[in-house]
């Protein structure tokens, strides 16, 4: 067991800012983000806006994907030398489809300390506001090409839990049609620009999203509901089929859809005789 208790100094603190409202931020996150000897950010311009309107004076730093890996050992090495700093994001908090992993994992690995001052993540946001029912599985991004795509939602089809995923506005009529295609039409929500002048929420269908397209703008959080246990009655013998057509034989391709589905591989079996036989 690596427990690890982390009261000492200094510290890499991962700290949450507002999603589009700047009075989003707790007063810890302001009070942390002004003690720190550096704050490392995404982009330098983004986040001096937020800065700017607290005057916080803390020199600012970028820390985004491209050089995560020698940014993350220099900033350690910064750390070790007695100085605590913070990471923060564009948006939300850091880590959650934003940069920050390779900072934890490598300090971690030397021992130094980390704790978060939570803030607003869009995604916690947009669930409380979809009535979406528990629980949710939050996906983040799919990936930007067709075919990419459609086998990361062949894996996600079957999961009975809401799915949340974050889009941009030029890709979602392209991700809602893979959605169609492998999902079929769900009922769906769409978050639009939340806590913004602009805010707007989409209580709907694939389908009907789709129609709304060319209209969604800004930033989206997207959720889909899960797999209902009417589709898995209809599927299930279509998908032994499938597995069947895909060269298991009858009992491996049962015990696959099983295991798919999470439901008892003798009673499917029954089932499936049965329906053979009518
Ligand atoms: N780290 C952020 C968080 O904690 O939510 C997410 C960063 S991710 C790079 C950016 C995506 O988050 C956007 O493309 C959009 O899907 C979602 N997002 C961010 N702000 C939003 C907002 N105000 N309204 C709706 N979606 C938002």
Known sequence: MNKKTFTQSPILYLVGTPIGNLE??????????????????EDTRTSSVLLRHYNITTPLFSYHNFNEDVKAKTIVDYIKEGNSVALISDAGNPIISDPGFKLVEECLNNDIAITTIPGPSAFISAFMTSNMPFPFL???????????????????????????????????????????????????????????????????????LILECDKLKGEMVLIIEGYKEEEIKADKFSLIEEQIKLGLKTNEAIKEVARMLNIDKKELYKEYVAYKDN
């Open 24 to 41: 989003d931020i707790s007063l810890r996150a302001l009070r942390i983000l002004k003690e720190v000897s550096r704050i490392y950010c």
């Open 138 to 208: 939050f996906y983040g991004f799919l990936k930007p090409k067709q075919t990419e795509r459609e086998k990361e939602l062949q894996e996600l089809k079957y999961l009975k839990a809401s799915l949340i995923f974050y889009e941009a506005p030029h890709r979602i009529k392209e991700t809602l049609n893979s959605i169609l295609k492998v999902f079929g039409n769900r009922k769906c929500y769409l978050a639009r620009e939340l806590t913004k002048k602009f805010e707007e929420h989409y209580y709907t269908t694939i389908n009907d």
